[in-house]
């Protein structure tokens, strides 16, 4: 089968039934993985910060700089999340706060160093996100491979693709104009792969983004992927998608169907060929994400915490025995997956 372009996509996306579109997928995805298995972590995303001068209208979380409510999370405060996470079985920390413009890079260097030294790789951590890696890389007037030859020396392995929303130039200047550019975020990324790090990619649908948009993302990915392995580098670890939740945000607008995400995720699949984890939403779709199981994906985590979604209208379920019995009664036998540490990482 011929790979699928930006055309044929389209067509799969508005003329495709269910049925068409999970047997496409999980063709693709048996390339991959085993039919009946899907891997799964437990994990926390810590919010380090909620002070921000990103100014993103889609983000219910932020304060700007010196107005009530902004907070700094004390290390002992992050350490304490942390050993929270352990005690309930998961060994994933994901560090998200935005743009805070008091924090320099140095901050940053030194929390890791001290999560990496206090727990070893008994806790794996994505440090930050590609946005994130890019607001601070610019003020510290370092270039992107510096700036991750730092993070890489205070024993940071990933920095995720978060920050991407939807990657069009268009819809950056709708809604996130201080976010830098797309052509600055491949950049970036570029310079975190080549640094021995590991990044992943991420989208968020359901905004206003229309298929073009959409389909553009996905074309992006899969040809900075492309050209990654070209290189000899291994890229994308995996993509992630989740959905856009408008409670309290400026853009506002209504949540998409479990329906519309699930055939996404399978045009998703499909499309990025060369990536090999598709990964399900529980943090927005909770039990509806597990059904994306069918529809191409692998893989799925089950936080325990996110303040930038909840404030926006996620809810999160801390019973996770309950969780995992679902994809196990949708007859797939779940496995636990640890984050792996780069080959090449440097501690």
């Known amino acids: 089968m011929s790979r699928l372009d930006v055309v044929e996509a389209a067509r799969l996306w508005n003329e495709a039934t269910d049925d068409e579109l999970i047997e496409r997928a999980q063709a693709v995805r048996a390339q991959w993985h085993r039919p009946d298995h899907a891997t799964y972590m437990v994990m926390r995303i810590v ?54 413009p008091k924090l320099p890079l140095g901050f940053y260097c030194d929390l890791f160093h001290s999560v990496r030294e206090r727990y070893g790789e008994r806790v794996e951590f994505y440090a930050l996100t590609i946005a994130e890696f890019v607001f601070l890389a610019d003020r510290a007037r370092l270039s992107y491979a510096d700036a991750a ?82 290189d000899g580098l291994e890229g994308l670890f995996s993509f992630l998608c989740w959905t856009y939740k408008p409670y309290g945000t400026a853009f506002g607008g209504r949540e998409i169907s479990g329906r519309e995400y699930r055939r996404h995720i399978a ?32 893989d799925f985590d089950l936080p325990i915490e996110d303040e930038v979604t909840q404030k926006a209208g996620a809810r999160i379920d801390l019973d996770l025995e309950r969780l995992l019995a679902i994809p196990q009664k949708l007859g797939y036998t779940v496995e636990y997956r640890r984050a792996e540490r780069p080959a090449r990482a440097v501690a």
């Open 47 to 100: 919010n380090y910060t909620n002070v921000c001068v990103a100014q993103c209208d889609y983000c219910a979380f932020y304060v700007l700089p010196n107005q009530d409510g902004g907070y700094v999370l004390s290390r002992e405060d992050v350490f304490a999340k942390i050993d929270e996470l352990v005690e309930v079985g998961g060994d994933l920390v994901a560090f998200n706060g935005g743009f805070n």
């Open 267 to 298: 045009l998703s699949r499909i499309f990025l060929d060369n990536v090999t984890h598709v990964r399900t939403s529980v943090l927005t779709q909770n039990e509806e994400a597990f059904r994306a199981l069918d529809f191409g994906a692998d």
């Open 149 to 230: 030859a730092r993070l890489r020396d205070a024993g940071v392995h990933w920095v995720t693709g978060g920050g991407s929303e939807i990657l069009t130039e268009d819809f950056r200047k709708r809604h996130a104009k201080w976010k830098y550019t797309v052509q600055d975020y491949f950049d970036a990324q570029r310079a975190i792969v080549e640094s021995g790090m590991r990044t992943t990619a991420t989208m968020v649908i359901g905004f206003d983004e229309t298929l073009d948009e959409r389909l553009e993302h996905l074309q992006r990915t899969r040809d900075f992927q492309d050209a990654c392995l070209a």
